[in-house]
């Protein structure tokens, strides 16, 4: 059996290069109104939710020109910020097996002003309400440096990913929000939320909410036939 170890090492190689080269594939699912520049509030502020977007029971839901307020990042014009509860939006994409969805949402912290703890993520839309994993987060009010948070920096006014929070410190400012599914999904289709966390009162400001689908990787065919070719060689050598 020693003469055939080569044989075997080789087709290992090959199953091992066949599943590395079959790259994921990562996919944006289009979310409307994802950075809120409708309604145009012309350059000022307007009480009410985002055209797209389903309110359920948002406390004092408003869309503001970022510039107006001193926030710079983000993307486009404007910003949503509310003051408890959530509104979510019905991406009308199903779910598909064995694929892990991202959620990344900016958020900033305005300076002077009490924040909450924004949460994020997605719902079966036959089930809003219902969480299908562990929430994303930014924790807007950690950002100041005396609010108990071991990593506040006092960045004020300024719209950051959650991805870009995790990266800070600890990583107790924020995450993205990921879900895998397995080979049953749910029933209905991919629905974002954004929420405050505990309702407490206090504003989470909200820019630019992205949402990839990245499904499993699938082994390349042509290499495994190939290492499954030399085990049957070495078999009927034996």
């Known amino acids: ?123 079966d839309s036959n089930a809003i309400g219902v969480d299908l994993a562990t929430p994303g987060f930014a924790d807007i009010q950690g950002v100041w440096d005396g609010s108990g948070n071991p990593d506040g920096d006092n960045l004020w006014n300024t719209l950051r990913d959650a991805s870009v929070l995790a990266a800070i410190g600890s990583g107790a400012l924020g995450d993205v929000y990921t879900f895998t599914t397995g080979p049953v999904v749910p029933s209905g289709n991919v629905a974002v939320f954004l929420r405050v966390l505990g309702d407490s009162g206090n504003r989470v400001n909200v820019d630019n909410v992205r949402v990839t689908a990245n499904a499993a990787p699938e082994p390349s065919g042509a290499m495994i036939a190939v290492a499954a070719s030399l085990v049957t060689t070495l078999l009927n050598r034996r």
């Open 1 to 123: 059996m020693k003469r055939y170890r080569h044989v075997l090492a080789g087709a290992a190689v090959l199953i091992g290069l066949g599943m590395a080269s079959a790259s994921a594939v990562a996919a944006s699912i289009p979310v409307f109104n994802h950075s809120f520049e409708d309604p145009d509030v012309g350059g000022s502020f307007a009480a009410g939710v985002p055209t797209g977007w389903t309110d359920a029971s948002s406390g004092n839901p408003f869309i503001e020109n970022s510039a107006a307020v001193g926030f710079t990042g983000g993307e486009g014009l404007q910003y949503f910020g509310f003051e408890g509860g959530e509104v979510h939006q019905d991406l009308g994409v199903a779910f598909a097996p064995n694929t892990t969805y991202t959620v990344d949402v900016a958020s900033a912290h305005r300076e002077t002003f009490t924040h909450s703890t924004l949460e994020f993520g997605l719902y």
